[in-house]
């Protein structure tokens, strides 16, 4: 067989990746070129990434207008915000995160029962983005799963560890309902209204799990756990047991930008506004470009639950935030428009689903 470290990505297939084989060295096909991947990201001491106190949205009225107020201005600078008193109990969190890292840590041929490179399929367990086929591979095991409406898609969902399907179901019940709260401070932050998405998004809206696994990297410097890139959702909400997330803040350096760390704190969830957002707000708000860093020692568990319209549910830019200055920025899309992307394109070289829905002037 060919020296692996200088081995094709089709030589590290799901089942038998690098990072599922815990290899002591970095494979080539994994290592991201200098100048493709900057690494210049500023300590998570120096910059303020913007916490806010959900809670407020409960308060008074002028306690809620002062939340709508914070959330826009992440919305406009970052792309991102961190919420405290977000109302989920510690230990639903703890379990969800303690039952997720038990899926990874099954023998092989029980998670191999959900091996998938089908992008449509409603539960599969993977690597890297697209195995075998991406021109860079990611130091990343995960399982994805669709979660709404709950009953329709849990008994897909892993039965081992015994209670997956108990501690996950109970973190998306949960976060499923933080995020319809969020989404209407949101659209109340553009001037739409608290209950301008609710209705489309609380009984037919999509709600995707991505339950991430980063093993320990022997060399952190050379690999990435994921690329550059911004989710296709209106939302994401993330939980994390480790630092690891990057994100881009495109008004430093005079706008050229810069990675940010994200801290990481218990109990903090983090918010990453997607790429359907962009196009309701009609480029107003942006969506955030991340990726995800490696650590030489230990494993990081990330649940991601990614939030958005039905899977044919069209997003368009509202009438309300169109005039003669401000013309139609976007072309409307869907879920499904978005995984027809992820088929054709190749997300590890830059590809972005967002680009694909700027209108040029």
Known sequence: MENEK??????FKMGNS????????????YAVPPSYEPRDALDSKSESVPTIDISRLKGSDDERRGVIQEIRLACQ???FFQIVNHGIDQSILDDALAVAKGFFELPAKEKNK???????????????????LDKTQFWRIFLKHYAHPLHRWIHLWPQNPPEYREKIGKFCEEVRILSLEIMGAITESLGLGRDYMSSRMSENGMQVMAVNCYP???????????????????????????????IFDLTAHGGSGRWVHVPEVK?????????????????LYKSV????????????????SLHSLGMDDKM????????????????ESSFNDFLGFLVKNDISQGDRFIDTLRIKD
């Open 6 to 11: 200088g081995a094709s990505s089709s030589t």
């Open 18 to 29: 690098a990072q599922e084989r815990s290899l002591p060295y970095v494979p080539d096909c």
């Open 77 to 79: 600078s970052f792309g």
């Open 114 to 132: 959900f091996m998938s490179n089908d992008v449509y399929a409603p539960v599969r367990y993977t690597t890297s983005l697209k195995d075998g």
């Open 216 to 246: 320990p990297c022997p060399d952190p410097k050379t690999a990435l756990g994921l690329p550059p890139h911004s989710d296709y959702s209106c939302i994401t909400i993330l939980l994390q047991n480790l630092t690891g997330l990057e």
């Open 267 to 283: 109990g903090v969830l983090k918010v990453h506004i997607g790429d359907h957002v962009e196009v309701l707000s009609n480029g």
């Open 289 to 304: 470009i991340h990726k995800v860093t490696l650590n030489e020692e230990k494993t990081r568990i990330s649940l991601a």
């Open 316 to 331: 368009s830019v509202p009438c309300q935030l169109v005039n003669d200055e401000n013309p139609v920025r976007y072309r």
